[in-house]
């Protein structure tokens, strides 16, 4: 059920002084975009009537069909709590159509909701909730980012050691003020390294939030005069940020993925939905972790995930069962970095889960111990697989994976593949510092 209409929306922005209203969208890549309209252009943009180039959005269409609208969705109306109080700024997240009336194919947002209208005709309801890391930085003297931080906090440190300390508590307030509910915020483990994390959502709701969460940590820590990057792994020799995603189903408002019988406490479906997980997780490694520099998080020693396992007994395999039960009871994939593209990825999440509940795909045995420390004999032993250790070799598998080739859809897969494809060979064209030190006396 709707929570704003149109009148609602003409009316909080006369009563609330909103002179502009950012009309928000979100390309293939992850990257948040918007046009900018005043106040007295909100009703035509409230008719779906507001247009935009697509072809100046990489990964969008080609000059020739160029002409997009943006549809907002209502229920996303916020305003922002960073902005003049005198003329105020407001943002809706929008959907991308074509001229002809329908759905744009390549919009993140569009593949999101055609899955989860899917799942709706079984009689599901898909939650996510969301870890998302990131990093705090000095910036130079002309405000661009660097990677220098003085302090040398870690986990669960508190100021004055934590630098950060500050920074992130005004960005509790304000991403209070914008109606989330934070559950918890901390120092990671990392020098600079904080998380914030925000209570489940309905997917949809989950992904717009991702990218405002993004959009509100970077603009507070601009105004602390640091740089918040999402980047996975912005420092050789300490851990990388990652985006754990904690996934239930709810059928009736009850969590199906409970069941109090079982050994773990975990029902059938629970099972089946790692079980299609696993089978196309080396495709949604593509999608999970987009970037070359994804990689450089997904190694052993740093506590991301490596190898495709799973366990309700410990957190180091790739999916692991955080320990509460009943209404708690969640699947965590712990691969995704806060890179990716939120919409995408927990389409082709959903898609794989339900996947494995229709065929009644059930998971290879848990590896309940520390896989950390186990040898590469032990894992051969148990026929435990490792990710794609690598953006191509992650492009690879999904090239080879028609099922999630299908929940993208054509052109995003097409554009996708291209455009990583490109971000690969323009990578190892490069001729980076480690060689020229590595070789440049030696050869």
Same mark, same amino acid.
């Given at each position: 059920?709707?929570?704003?209409?149109?009148?609602?929306?003409?009316?909080?922005?006369?009563?609330?002084?909103?002179?502009?209203?950012?009309?928000?969208?979100?390309?293939?890549?992850?990257?948040?975009?918007?046009?900018?309209?005043?106040?007295?252009?909100?009703?035509?943009?409230?008719?779906?009537?507001?247009?935009?180039?697509?072809?100046?959005?990489?990964?969008?269409?080609?000059?020739?069909?160029?002409?997009?609208?943006?549809?907002?969705?209502?229920?996303?109306?916020?305003?922002?709590?960073?902005?003049?109080?005198?003329?105020?700024?407001?943002?809706?997240?929008?959907?991308?159509?074509?001229?002809?009336?329908?759905?744009?194919?390549?919009?993140?947002?569009?593949?999101?909701?055609?899955?989860?209208?899917?799942?709706?005709?079984?009689?599901?309801?898909?939650?996510?909730?969301?870890?998302?890391?990131?990093?705090?930085?000095?910036?130079?003297?002309?405000?661009?980012?660097?990677?220098?931080?003085?302090?040398?906090?870690?986990?669960?440190?508190?100021?004055?050691?934590?630098?950060?300390?500050? #920074?992130?508590?005004?960005?509790? @307030?304000?991403? !209070?003020?914008?109606? +989330?509910?934070?559950?918890?915020?901390? $120092?990671?483990? *990392?020098?600079?390294?904080?998380?914030?994390?925000?209570?489940?959502?309905?997917?949809?709701?989950?992904?717009?939030?991702?990218?405002?969460?993004?959009?509100?940590?970077?603009?507070?820590?601009?105004?602390?005069?640091?740089?918040?990057?999402?980047?996975?792994?912005?420092?050789?020799?300490?851990?990388?940020?990652?985006?754990?995603?904690?996934?239930?189903?709810?059928?009736?408002?009850?969590?199906?993925?409970?069941? #109090?019988?079982?050994?773990?406490? @975990?029902?059938? !479906?629970?099972?089946? +939905?790692?079980?299609?997980?696993?089978? $196309?997780?080396? *495709?949604?490694?593509?999608?999970?972790?987009?970037?070359?520099?994804?990689?450089?998080?997904?190694?052993?020693?740093?506590?991301?995930?490596?190898?495709?396992?799973?366990?309700?007994?410990?957190?180091?395999?790739?999916?692991?069962?955080?320990?509460?039960?009943?209404?708690?009871?969640?699947?965590?994939?712990?691969?995704?970095?806060?890179?990716?593209?939120?919409?995408?990825?927990?389409?082709?999440?959903?898609?794989?889960?339900?996947?494995?509940?229709?065929?009644?795909?059930?998971?290879?045995?848990?590896?309940?111990?520390?896989?950390?420390?186990?040898?590469?004999?032990?894992?051969?032993?148990?026929?435990?697989?490792?990710?794609?250790?690598?953006?191509?070799?992650?492009?690879?598998?999904?090239?080879?994976?028609?099922?999630?080739?299908?929940?993208?859809?054509?052109?995003?897969?097409?554009?996708?593949?291209?455009?990583?494809?490109?971000?690969?060979?323009?990578?190892?064209?490069?001729?980076?510092?480690?060689?020229?030190?590595?070789?440049?006396?030696?050869?």
């Amino acid at each position: 059920m709707s929570k704003y209409t149109k009148s609602d929306i003409l009316r909080m922005v006369e009563e609330e002084d909103v002179e502009f209203i950012r009309l928000q969208f979100t390309d293939m890549f992850g990257t948040l975009k918007n046009v900018a309209i005043t106040s007295s252009q909100l009703e035509k943009a409230l008719d779906n009537k507001c247009m935009f180039d697509g072809s100046s959005i990489e990964g969008f269409v080609r000059i020739e069909e160029s002409d997009m609208y943006l549809y907002p969705d209502l229920d996303t109306f916020v305003i922002f709590p960073w902005r003049p109080q005198q003329g105020k700024v407001a943002r809706l997240i929008c959907d991308v159509y074509n001229t002809d009336g329908k759905p744009f194919e390549g919009d993140p947002r569009y593949v999101l909701k055609r899955e989860i209208e899917k799942a709706r005709q079984l009689g599901y309801e898909f939650n996510v909730g969301p870890e998302c890391e990131f990093f705090l930085f000095h910036t130079d003297d002309e405000s661009r980012p660097t990677t220098i931080t003085h302090e040398n906090a870690s986990y669960f440190d508190l100021g004055p050691i934590d630098y950060g300390e500050n #920074a992130r508590r005004d960005m509790v @307030l304000t991403l !209070e003020d914008m109606g +989330f509910e934070i559950e918890a915020s901390h $120092h990671e483990v *990392a020098p600079a390294q904080h998380e914030i994390d925000f209570k489940y959502d309905e997917a949809l709701t989950t992904a717009d939030n991702i990218m405002t969460f993004k959009l509100s940590v970077k603009t507070i820590a601009k105004r602390h005069g640091l740089h918040a990057t999402f980047m996975p792994k912005p420092k050789e020799g300490v851990d990388g940020s990652g985006m754990h995603t904690n996934m239930s189903l709810y059928k009736d408002g009850v969590n199906v993925f409970y069941d #109090a019988e079982d050994a773990n406490g @975990l029902s059938k !479906e629970a099972y089946y +939905f790692i079980g299609g997980l696993m089978k $196309h997780i080396k *495709a949604i490694t593509a999608i999970a972790n987009p970037l070359i520099n994804s990689y450089k998080r997904l190694l052993p020693g740093y506590e991301a995930p490596v190898y495709i396992a799973w366990s309700a007994k410990n957190r180091s395999p790739l999916i692991r069962i955080p320990a509460a039960r009943e209404d708690g009871t969640r699947v965590e994939l712990r691969s995704p970095d806060p890179s990716c593209n939120p919409y995408l990825l927990l389409a082709v999440c959903l898609a794989a889960g339900l996947e494995g509940i229709k065929e009644k795909i059930m998971p290879p045995a848990s590896v309940d111990c520390n896989m950390y420390t186990m040898s590469q004999e032990e894992m051969a032993e148990k026929g435990v697989e490792a990710l794609p250790a690598d953006l191509l070799s992650a492009i690879e598998e999904l090239k080879k994976d028609k099922f999630i080739q299908e929940v993208l859809g054509s052109h995003v897969t097409e554009k996708f593949i291209e455009s990583k494809t490109k971000e690969w060979e323009s990578y190892i064209s490069q001729v980076t510092a480690w060689e020229l030190d590595t070789y440049l006396y030696r050869v």
